[in-house]
């Protein structure tokens, strides 16, 4: 029973985990660009989303939707006023620039809500299954996660602007002389990118506490994730997330809870020399 809990509680974790990723990993496959300010927009959407439920009272999965729009507009306005003029260039000038970006974004965190750890506090009480415990706060997180994941991969499978995404990704000249606007499909998907971290960050301050100090972990989880599943797909996401929360609760259970995230990254590193595409990704896109 204690391996059926220790499973229960990395699919809840997985689940998270891949909605922390795919935004990351759109970015940057679609992009080139290495989003550093992701675990930011991250941290940014769960503040957003605790003040709403403690000073106005808003339930943190309701908050979710404003605060996902709000993450949305101003991913939309950083890459089409800022890194879209320098998309073009080589990889490390826009690191460079979404780094110092984040820079500006933790100071004005920092500033304005310190980095005292705060957290949404839900007693939804809890799921029993057969001695497996589930914390009902932690299945509705993990539903909301895995809906918005599926959302996504709907979206950018069946929509005209999932459609142009997915051109730009595969051939961004060919989809320039077909008519499709790079420069905004790429705005569009660093805001879908920011949306889906502020989303993830609004369902984090229900399982987490939120503080500035782990924007760092939450990049490096959204790293290990796109390297495990495979970049630039929502399916890569999804399963590179599932396997982390996998991994992490049971290198957790046999090794402690100090050896969870060194786990990761001991496996991101193992996967980059014998299989650099992931474990669902295709070739051209490492």
């Given at each position: 029973?204690?391996?059926?809990?220790?499973?229960?509680?990395?699919?809840?974790?997985?689940?998270?985990?891949?909605?922390?990723?795919?935004?990351?990993?759109?970015?940057?496959?679609?992009?080139?660009?290495?989003?550093?300010?992701?675990?930011?927009?991250?941290?940014?959407?769960?503040?957003?989303?605790?003040?709403a439920?403690?000073?106005?009272?808003?339930?943190?999965?309701?908050?979710l939707v404003?605060?996902?729009?709000?993450?949305?507009?101003?991913?939309?306005?950083?890459?089409?006023?800022?890194?879209?003029?320098?998309?073009?260039?080589?990889?490390?000038?826009?690191?460079?620039?979404?780094?110092?970006?984040?820079?500006?974004?933790?100071?004005?965190?920092?500033?304005?809500?310190?980095?005292?750890?705060?957290?949404?506090?839900?007693?939804?009480?809890?799921?029993?299954?057969?001695?497996?415990?589930?914390?009902?706060?932690?299945?509705?997180a993990?539903?909301?996660?895995?809906?918005?994941?599926?959302?996504?991969?709907?979206?950018?499978?069946?929509s005209?602007?999932g459609?142009?995404?997915?051109?730009?990704?595969?051939?961004?000249?060919?989809?320039?002389?077909?008519?499709?606007?790079?420069?905004r499909?790429?705005?569009?998907?660093?805001?879908?990118?920011a949306?889906?971290?502020?989303?993830?960050?609004?369902?984090?301050?229900?399982?987490?506490?939120?503080?500035?100090?782990?924007?760092?972990?939450?990049?490096?989880?959204?790293?290990?994730i796109?390297v495990?599943?495979?970049?630039?797909?929502?399916?890569?996401?999804?399963?590179?997330?599932?396997?982390?929360?996998?991994?992490?609760?049971?290198?957790?259970?046999f090794?402690?809870?100090?050896?969870?995230?060194?786990?990761?990254?001991l496996?991101?590193?193992?996967?980059?020399?014998?299989?650099?595409?992931?474990?669902i990704?295709?070739?051209?896109?490492?």
């Amino acid at each position: 029973m204690e391996y059926a809990q220790v499973i229960a509680n990395g699919l809840m974790l997985g689940a998270i985990y891949a909605c922390i990723a795919v935004g990351f990993s759109l970015v940057w496959g679609v992009l080139n660009v290495i989003n550093m300010m992701h675990g930011s927009f991250i941290i940014l959407g769960g503040y957003l989303t605790f003040f709403a439920w403690l000073h106005l009272k808003i339930n943190p999965f309701v908050a979710l939707v404003p605060v996902a729009a709000v993450l949305f507009a101003l991913g939309y306005l950083i890459q089409y006023t800022l890194i879209n003029r320098v998309v073009s260039r080589p990889v490390l000038t826009t690191l460079t620039l979404t780094f110092g970006l984040d820079m500006i974004l933790y100071n004005f965190m920092n500033l304005g809500f310190t980095a005292t750890p705060r957290r949404v506090l839900l007693d939804l009480g809890r799921l029993d299954l057969g001695g497996v415990i589930l914390p009902l706060d932690r299945v509705v997180a993990m539903f909301l996660a895995l809906a918005l994941t599926g959302i996504l991969f709907v979206v950018m499978r069946t929509s005209r602007t999932g459609r142009a995404i997915v051109a730009v990704r595969m051939d961004r000249d060919a989809a320039a002389l077909m008519g499709i606007r790079v420069n905004r499909v790429y705005a569009i998907t660093f805001g879908i990118g920011a949306l889906m971290a502020g989303a993830c960050g609004a369902l984090v301050s229900v399982v987490f506490p939120i503080t500035t100090s782990v924007t760092g972990l939450f990049l490096g989880k959204a790293f290990v994730i796109c390297v495990i599943g495979g970049l630039g797909s929502v399916p890569g996401a999804l399963v590179g997330g599932i396997a982390l929360g996998l991994i992490e609760s049971l290198a957790g259970y046999f090794f402690g809870p100090q050896s969870a995230i060194l786990a990761g990254f001991l496996i991101m590193l193992i996967l980059l020399v014998v299989r650099p595409t992931g474990l669902i990704g295709k070739k051209g896109y490492e």
